[in-house]
């Protein structure tokens, strides 16, 4: 079964950075597109930014100039650099392909303060 497993959450000050990261196992990881989603109280899981197997990327226009999704697929993970960070992205991010394929994993939780 595959496991994704996201880690690099926390608490933060409005302007402040994360680096997510997300490690894939039980998958041929190059094949997949990736995604970052996320999801806030009360609203529906969004998708944040998506990266292919050869790295092309599209960020959704909230976090573009100020997310940065990225892969290293010798380590089967993704990353997802947060930058500038706003109290309206305060959400439990998630990973999983684009489309979404597999089983959600526990997320992580990134909270920020005004």
């Known amino acids: 079964q595959v496991q994704l497993v996201e880690s690099g959450g926390g608490l933060v000050q409005a302007g402040g950075s994360l680096r997510l990261s997300c490690a894939a196992s039980?998958?041929?990881?190059?094949?997949?597109?990736m995604g970052w989603y996320r999801q806030a109280p009360g609203k529906q899981r969004e998708l944040v930014a998506r990266?292919?197997?050869?790295?092309?990327?599209i960020h959704a226009d909230s976090v573009k100039g100020r997310f940065t999704i990225s892969r290293d697929n010798a380590k089967n993970t993704v990353y997802l650099q947060m930058n500038s960070l706003k109290p309206e992205d305060t959400a439990v991010y998630y990973c999983?392909?684009?489309?979404?394929?597999?089983?959600w994993g526990q997320g992580t939780q990134v909270t920020v303060s005004l």
């Open positions: 999983n392909s684009v489309p979404e394929s597999f089983h």
């Open positions: 039980r998958i041929i990881f190059t094949i997949y597109t």
């Open positions: 990266i292919t197997g050869g790295g092309t990327t």
